[in-house]
């Protein structure tokens, strides 16, 4: 069974906040709930399947579906790190072709700003984890994890600093427009490559923000879609992958997204050609280089020419991408950036993206996540999604 | 100030205390399949190539290359090289490189052999120094 069309993204909500230390976690889901519901024209009493991860705190979504008062037949709580949103939508289309549910509110939320998270330390583990033993003492957190990879790349490929600083400079030439983006500013090139560096090779500015927020996206069936007054943005094909260690063949030059963009792709019977605009995650620069080779946005290897010279700008280069500001310069809200992902594909499909950056009529939309670790263990997700 | 990074506890568990038994005798251990004759880490009960549960535990010689790293050098009291280091044996792991390695000094490719380092509960950490 395919879900090409069997379900449709009615409501998106990206809360406005970055710093919210007045706020509870879960009043943060909460308030990003009511704004998607707000979007799509519904009411909470509509809501009768919920889908979280793992910074819904509490037992999985037990805990959120008791706080907002949820009446709920389906219930999911998959967890794939900052992708498993995208992941989301695509079990939500699948619960909704089943006749598990009718309205799926997927919310995420967290305060890693005011709690004083960051990309240098490494998270909290249990003995239990069974890589714990053999990588915890060593330090790896998200920026030297991460760094390794463009280490490798660089290595193979010839991939410089200026073209990972093109992703970033890119990025901040969209978040300019955005009033809610923690970091406004345009850049330069030279500004990223004299930024301090971090974990070699990754400057701060190759790095995302962490900020606190959330966001949550309503996934209907399509007659109740089609009831409401909101532009149609029907998923077209989705896919999933995770990827870790391989044994010990470890392979650092590429992501799941060689898996999950493909099986998108064939499930909603388009090529990278078509796509129009792609929301990348952007834990750092080197996690969208990655994805646009795997995603077949251009060769293996050839990432860095394909970013630099402004091509990921929007009204300048081919393939614009994260027109929000992304998680580089917006928000990253949880550490998690893959619903904004979604929210921004569909402000643009809708066509009520920015219009200093608004695609001109952007019907074919790709979202792309990597949760975890992209050099340890990491799930990829691809979401492909039509304006109708 | 310490200029040597404090490298915390590994946590062993029933299934890899032998590794960390071994490491404090200055041995390095990794796992192979009996049955379908893979090397794999990081080690585990059951092969993750065939699924076998005849794996054996085998002292790697401890000597390898640097597949990739990256040295922390900010948010962090002590700057530090996380690497993943190739072992002789075909199989890569995670790894850090020695207290007083060059860290301006490393390069992808470069050979390495194991040493091993105190954590804060006196476990023997594996690391490596260049060859």
Known sequence: ?388 | MSTVRKMPAPLPNPENQPYWDAAKEGKLLVKRCKDCGEFHFYPRAICPFCFSDQTEWVESKGTGSIYSYSVMRRGVPVPFAIAYVTLDEGITMLTNMADGTDLDGLSIGQKVKVAFKAAEDGSAVPVFTPA
Not at chain 1, 319 to 345: Q, S, W, Y
């Open chain 1, 1 to 388: 069974m395919s879900i090409n069309g069997k379900a449709y993204i009615a409501g998106a909500f990206e809360h406005p906040t970055r710093l919210a230390p007045d706020k509870s976690v879960a009043q943060l889901h909460a308030e990003a709930a009511r704004g998607a519901i707000a979007d799509a024209g519904l009411s909470k009493n509509d809501i009768d399947g919920y889908f979280s991860a793992g910074d819904a705190p509490g037992l999985g979504g037990l805990a959120m579906v008791d706080y907002m008062g949820l009446k709920v037949r389906h219930i999911d709580s998959t967890e794939t790190g900052g992708s498993s949103y995208l992941i989301h939508v695509a079990h939500a289309a699948q619960a909704i072709a089943a006749g598990k549910c009718n309205v799926a509110l997927i919310t995420l939320a967290g305060r890693p700003r005011s709690e004083g998270s960051s990309g240098t330390q490494p998270r909290a583990q249990n003995t239990a984890t069974p890589d714990v033993g053999y990588e915890w003492p060593y330090g790896g957190a998200t920026a030297n994890m991460y760094g390794m990879c463009a280490m490798r790349h660089m290595h193979e490929y010839g991939t410089t600093a200026e073209q990972l600083a093109w992703i970033k400079v890119a990025a901040s030439h969209h978040a300019q427009h955005n009033p809610h983006a923690m970091l406004r500013e345009v850049v330069t090139v030279e500004d990223v490559v004299n930024s301090p560096v971090i974990a070699d090779p990754l400057h701060r500015m190759d790095c995302c923000v962490v900020t606190d927020g959330g966001g949550a996206l309503i996934v209907t069936r399509p007659e109740i879609a089609k009831s409401l007054k909101r532009p149609l943005v029907k998923v077209l094909g989705t896919g999933e992958a995770p990827k870790g260690q391989m044994g010990g063949k470890v392979d650092l030059t590429y992501s799941g997204a060689r898996w999950a963009g493909p099986a998108a792709f064939a499930e909603a019977k388009v090529t990278p050609k078509d796509i129009q605009y792609v929301s990348i995650y952007d834990s750092f620069t080197i996690t969208v280089l990655m994805q646009l080779e795997d995603l077949g946005f251009c060769a293996k290897g050839q990432g860095g020419h394909f970013v630099a010279d402004g091509n990921l700008i929007s009204g300048r280069g081919s393939l614009p991408f994260n027109t929000d500001g992304g998680g580089l310069c917006n928000n990253h809200p949880a550490n998690r950036g893959g619903i904004t992902k979604v929210i921004e594909a569909v402000r643009q499909l809708r066509g009520e993206a920015h219009p200093a950056v608004q695609v001109k009529d952007c019907r074919l939309a790709l979202a792309s996540g990597i949760g975890g670790l992209l050099g340890a263990r990491h799930g990829a997700a691809a979401l492909i999604m039509e304006r109708e």
